[in-house]
């Protein structure tokens, strides 16, 4: 089964942009819709964003228009870019398919956003 790893998270100050990444294992990414989702302390895991066919994408509307999801099938990699990040973005955020059921979720990245 494809594995999953998330990078890129960190400490951010309001206004300030961050890039995640979503790596891969095995070769059968490509055939596979993603997406982003993410839990804030306390709150049930939410979806952010989804990637389908490779192309169209969606986003949840807290985050559109600052965040822009995108794909490399050859890199077995997705991306987030996060801009003009608020506080209430922060949380640890993990990727995995867009609906259907899931793989086994990553170890997510943690991404804050304080002054």
């Known amino acids: 089964q494809v594995q999953l790893v998330e990078s890129g998270g960190g400490l951010v100050q309001p206004g300030g942009s961050l890039t995640l990444s979503c790596l891969a294992s095995?070769?059968?990414?490509?055939?596979?819709?993603m997406a982003w989702y993410r839990q804030a302390p306390g709150k049930q895991r939410e979806w952010v964003a989804a990637i389908i066919n490779g192309r169209s994408t969606n986003y949840a509307d807290s985050v559109k228009g600052r965040f822009t999801i995108s794909r490399d099938n050859a890199k077995n990699t997705m991306y987030l870019q996060m801009n003009s990040l608020k506080p209430e973005d922060t949380g640890v955020y993990y990727c995995?398919?867009?609906?259907?059921?899931?793989?086994?979720w990553g170890q997510g990245t943690q991404v804050t956003v304080s002054s």
């Open positions: 095995g070769s059968s990414f490509s055939i596979y819709n």
């Open positions: 995995n398919v867009a609906g259907g059921r899931p793989l086994n």
